[in-house]
T-cell receptor, first 112, second 111 residues
């Protein structure tokens, strides 16, 4: 089954403790991206990657890092999480920019 | 820089046709316009994509006028299960392919 898998689904952590949210897709997609979604603010793109070893900042990249060492994986790294990063995060992939996106089920992160 | 604008919310009733319009100025001539549906606590799901005129699939139609400054998602004969948030999306090819999302339209279908 074609899918985008994010882990974990829920994460509660404390300020400053580094964490990684994993994202993997099995569709051989070139394009992958991360979003955060907060009440009343819609989807905001954090980072995106158009192919292996190619990443670019989205609208809200501050406080986040990503890497794209393999085509299928696109982890989101929070080196020093802060409470304002409490949010619902989505990973998505597509065959190319502008092609329909496939989204994961989301990761709800709480930073205390 | 491209920008998208859509209504914050809409109400309708079961069995009606619902039209949601998104305004998108400054889109490039080769930009596709894409619409997604999102239910609470789920990732958005692709509905339909178009470039010009009219596109229809099994769940919706998409109307794009010649000037391409707007697009209208049409949902025929809605049901309660169509209650969701609907997003339009364009690609800003001039800004390193950034995706420009609308703020979302919360559609509530009443019995």
């Amino acid at each position: 089954e074609a899918q985008v898998t994010q882990n974990p689904r829920y994460l509660i952590t404390v300020t400053g403790k580094k964490l990684t949210v994993t994202c993997s897709q099995n569709m051989n997609h070139e394009y992958m991206s991360w979003y955060r979604q907060d009440p009343g603010l819609g989807l905001r793109q954090i980072y995106y990657s158009m192919n292996v070893e190619v990443t670019d900042k989205g609208d809200v990249p501050e406080g986040y890092k990503v890497s794209r060492k393999e085509k299928r994986n696109f982890p989101l790294i929070l080196e020093s999480p802060s409470p304002n990063q409490t949010s619902l995060y989505f990973c998505a992939s597509s065959s190319g920019v502008g092609s329909p996106l496939h989204f994961g089920n989301g990761t709800r992160l709480t930073v205390t | 820089l491209a920008k998208t604008t859509q209504p914050i919310s809409m109400d309708s009733y079961e069995g009606q046709e619902v039209n949601i319009t998104c305004s998108h100025n400054n889109i490039a001539t080769n930009d596709y316009i894409t619409w997604y549906q999102q239910f609470p606590s789920q990732g958005p799901r692709f509905i339909i994509q178009g470039y010009k005129t009219k596109v229809t699939n099994e769940v919706a139609s998409l109307f794009i006028p010649a000037d391409r400054k707007s697009s209208t998602l049409s949902l025929p004969r809605v049901s309660l299960s169509d209650t969701a948030v609907y997003y339009c999306l364009v690609v800003d090819w001039g800004s390193n392919y950034q995706l420009i999302w609308g703020a979302g339209t919360k559609l509530i279908i009443k019995p």
